[in-house]
C-alpha cells in the first residue's frame, strides 16, 4: 500500500488508493480545501528517509554518543526513552533540532515539487518542528525536567497538545502541515485530527486550545509506520493522543505555505522564501514573508511589553477553569442513550449505554486536563475522552495510564426510563 486519502466531509474511513500510479496530483490545493493525505512510506518514496532519521540519529550521538545512537538505531527510534533520561531526551530535542534545521531547505525543495505538485516558489517555516513524546507514565514522573524544552520550542514537542489550529498559535492561516513519523508510531500515540471542525467557527481560549465547551466533533486517529506523511491544513483541528503506548514519537514536521503566510494573530514564526533559503542570500530570506504590517505591529507590541506600557497576555488555561453553573439539564431517557454516546446528566456528571445495555454514570471533566467527556464517545466498553484520545474503563474508571486519576464513577438507578445518578 503506497498511499491512503482521506477525505473531510465524508464517512472519515480509509478511503484506499493503494494504485502506485495513482499519486494524486495537485495536492496542495486539495489540502488547501481541507482534504486529509495519509501517504504510506512517502519518505522512502521521495528518498529521504535515510536523511531524515541519520539527522535524528546524529542528534542522539551529539548528546549520548556514537555507541547509544547505534544502539537506538539498531533498536528503532520509538525506543529512545530505554536509552535516555527525559532531562537528555530535552536536549537531543533541541541537538535535532539544529541538525534538521540545517537540512530543511535541501529536503523541503524536494518535498514541495515532488510531493506537493508546487513547482512556483513557496514559503517554509525555516526550523521544522522536531517531537519526541515519550509514554505517558514515564513522562509525567520527571515532569519538570522538560520545562526547558518546552519554554523554548512550545507545546506538543515533547508533551500532548490540546485541541487547537495552528492559527491558534500564531502560525500562518494558510499552511500546509507535513507531518512525518520518523519512527514507527501505533494508534494510542501519534495525532488525532477532527474533520467535522474544518472551516467550522471554534471558540479558542488565551493560550490557544479549543475552548471547553466547544464540540470538536469525530477524531480521527492514526496507525503510522516510519517514513508515514500526514498532510493537513493547519486550520484542522488536530491535537495529541496521550501517549498510553510503549512506544516514542518521533516526529518532524514542516509547515508550507504556497502563497504569501497570512496570520490572524502575532507574526513572529519565521518563514523564509524558497528562492532564498540557503543560497547565499539566505540572510534575508525571512524578508519577503515579514514585509507586513503584522510583522511590526507584533515587534511594536514585544517592545511595549517589555517597556511595562501594556500587559502581558496570561499563561496557560487549556480552559480548565470552572464555567458558571448552566441551568439545569433535562432527564436522560434510556430508551433515547444509544450504545456508544454519552450524555450530559448535569454540569458534572455524565451518562453512558454500554454495549450490554448496562448504564453508567460518571464524572462529566476528564482527570487529565478536564475536556467535557459528554462530547467523546464509548468504544469496547471504555470512555474515550475527545481532547487526547483517553480511554478508561467504563466499569472501574481505570486508564492505562497509571499516572492518571480514575474517572470518578456514580451509582446509576433508572425510574422510569430516566436515569437517576447518586452523586452523594
Ligand atoms: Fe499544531
Known sequence: MLYISLVSGHDHGYIDLADAAAWPTNIAERVMTGELFVLRRCMQRLDLFDDLRAASLDGIRQVLGPEVSARVDAEGLDQIHRFASLEQIAKITDAVYRTTATQAARWVSKIVPDLLGVTEPYYFERRPNVRFVIPYDLMM?????????????????????????DSWVDCPTNLINIWIAVGPIPEGNGITIF??????????????????????????????????????????????VLNRTESTRH????????????YAGKHYHHYVHSSLAGGPLDLVAEWPANFAWGWVETRLIWIAERLGLTRRPGGRTNGAGRRPPSAPLPPVAVSRLSPGTIQPVS??????????????????????????????????????????????????????????????LFDVQVEDDVVRVRTD
Request: charged share 25%.
Open 141 to 165: 514522573q520527571e515532569a519538570d525536567a522538560l520545562a526547558g524544552v518546552i519554554k523554548k520550542h512550545g507545546h506538543g514537542k515533547v508533551t500532548p497538545h490540546p485541541p487547537h489550529r
Open 195 to 240: 474533520p467535522d471542525a474544518f472551516g467550522r467557527t471554534l471558540a479558542s481560549t488565551p493560550s490557544g486550545g479549543l475552548a471547553r465547551d466547544e464540540h470538536p466533533g469525530t477524531p480521527l486517529n492514526f496507525d503510522l509506520a516510519a517514513g508515514d506523511v500526514i498532510l493537513f491544513h493547519g486550520n484542522h483541528l488536530h491535537s495529541s
Open 251 to 262: 516526529v518532524v514536521s514542516f509547515r508550507v505555505v504556497t502563497e504569501k503566510p497570512r
Open 347 to 408: 454540569d458534572d456528571v455524565c451518562a453512558a449505554r454500554l454495549a450490554d445495555a448496562k448504564v453508567v454514570a460518571f464524572g462529566r471533566r476528564c482527570p487529565h486536563e478536564g475536556a467535557d467527556l459528554s462530547f467523546g464517545h464509548v468504544r469496547d466498553g471504555e470512555v474515550v475522552c475527545p481532547w487526547h484520545d483517553v480511554r478508561f474503563d467504563a466499569r472501574s474508571g481505570k486508564s492505562a495510564c497509571q499516572m492518571l486519576q480514575p474517572l470518578r
